[in-house]
């Protein structure tokens, strides 16, 4: 079966850290543009940070900048976002799709998408 899975998130107080880790089933990540997508309570999904297939350049939304770090191990078919210091309004579900192409922090051209994996950041 062809699928991502998503793994990592939780619950945690603000200032903490979480990984959350994408890996791929069934095809090889090495090919795509990998997208991390978050969705508030109330809110639509938005693009938080995309890493291109090619020369593994990485992009962030300004809410992010700094505090996240998009990467991947293509001989683990498996991609993560470190989170640092986290704020409550980083709560959400966390999706990570795999996709043609970057255009800046959002992945397009998506092919797979995962699951979504719950983050909540509350005191």
């Known amino acids: 079966q062809l699928q991502l899975v998503e793994s990592g998130g939780g619950s945690v107080q603000p200032g903490g850290s979480l990984r959350l880790s994408c890996a791929a089933s069934?095809?090889?990540?090495?090919?795509?543009?990998i997208g991390w997508f978050r969705r508030a309570p109330g809110s639509g999904r938005e693009g938080v940070a995309c890493i291109s297939s090619s020369d593994v350049s990485t992009y962030y939304a300004d809410s992010v900048k700094g505090r996240f770090t998009i990467s991947r191990d293509n001989a683990k078919h498996t991609a993560y976002l470190q989170m640092n210091s986290l704020m409550p309004e980083d709560t959400g579900v966390y999706y990570c799709?795999?996709?043609?192409?970057?255009?800046?922090?959002?992945?397009?051209?998506?092919?797979?998408w995962g699951q979504g994996t719950q983050v909540t950041v509350s005191s």
């Open positions: 069934g095809f090889s990540l090495g090919h795509y543009a």
């Open positions: 799709a795999a996709g043609s192409y970057c255009s800046g922090y959002v992945s397009y051209g998506t092919d797979y």
